[in-house]
């Protein structure tokens, strides 16, 4: 168990519609990042939260929005979906900064149908 | 942010033989992680390198950091079925930026 928990664990939505993924850090993290994992794919990363602030954005569509609030726990809002977007989504969290370990919490599978 | 390559993308072993997984940079890189992910699961730490030339262990794992901090390698003694996974490494920074996840190596053993 890595102390990162997300919620839901599986959702499964039609195109079109909207989904908000939520993240809860590890205790004691200021550090959120947000990726998606495509099948057999690796580790698109999409943006990075620190103690509320964002702080760098990847690959991350417009139609896709985030923020950390101030208990530190994330949200990763996912809007007009397509069928592309179905994936595994994973958030991360560490103590500060990209010289630290990151530790995953168990991902929520996003079925887009 | 600093680009990372990884190689091979798949490699299928036999129970018993080793396996080395590549990670590698056009710049400089100011640390270097492992991550290990098995099948259905997240990704999971194994270990960061920080030193140039630095060489950790870990059971039958042996990690490296080459002399330039531009490559790393990640080495696999007697693979076991356990060890199936894909292996990331990523190149960690001293400040915030784009950083990046290798492609990974998906790890086949065969027993």
């Known amino acids: 168990d890595s102390g990162v928990t997300q919620t839901p664990k599986h959702l499964i939505t039609a195109t079109g519609q909207r989904v908000t993924l939520r993240c809860s850090p590890r205790s004691g993290d200021l550090s959120v990042y947000w990726y998606q994992q495509s099948l057999d794919q690796g580790l698109q990363f999409l943006i990075q939260y620190y103690n509320g602030e964002e702080r760098a954005k990847g690959n991350i569509l417009e139609r896709f929005s985030a923020q950390q609030f101030p208990d530190l726990h994330s949200e990763l809002n996912l809007s007009s979906l397509e069928l592309g977007d179905s994936a595994l989504y994973f958030c991360a969290s560490s103590v500060g900064g990209g010289a630290y370990e990151q530790y995953f919490g168990p991902g929520t599978r996003l079925t887009v149908t | 942010g600093q680009q990372v390559m990884q190689i091979p993308q798949y490699q299928h072993v036999q129970e018993g033989e080793d396996f080395t997984t590549y990670c590698n940079s056009s710049t400089t890189l100011s640390n270097i992680q492992w991550y290990k992910q098995r099948p259905g699961g997240h990704p999971v730490f194994l270990i960061q390198?920080?030193?140039?030339?630095e060489v950790k262990k870990q059971k039958r794992l042996t990690f490296q950091f080459g002399e330039a901090k531009k490559n790393s390698s990640l080495h696999i003694t007697a693979t076991q079925t356990t060890d199936v996974g894909t292996y990331f490494c990523?190149?960690?920074?001293?400040?915030?930026?784009?950083?990046?996840f290798g492609q990974g190596t998906i790890l086949t053993v065969h027993p």
């Open positions: 990523r190149s960690g920074g001293t400040s915030y930026g784009k950083l990046t």
């Open positions: 390198l920080v030193k140039s030339g």
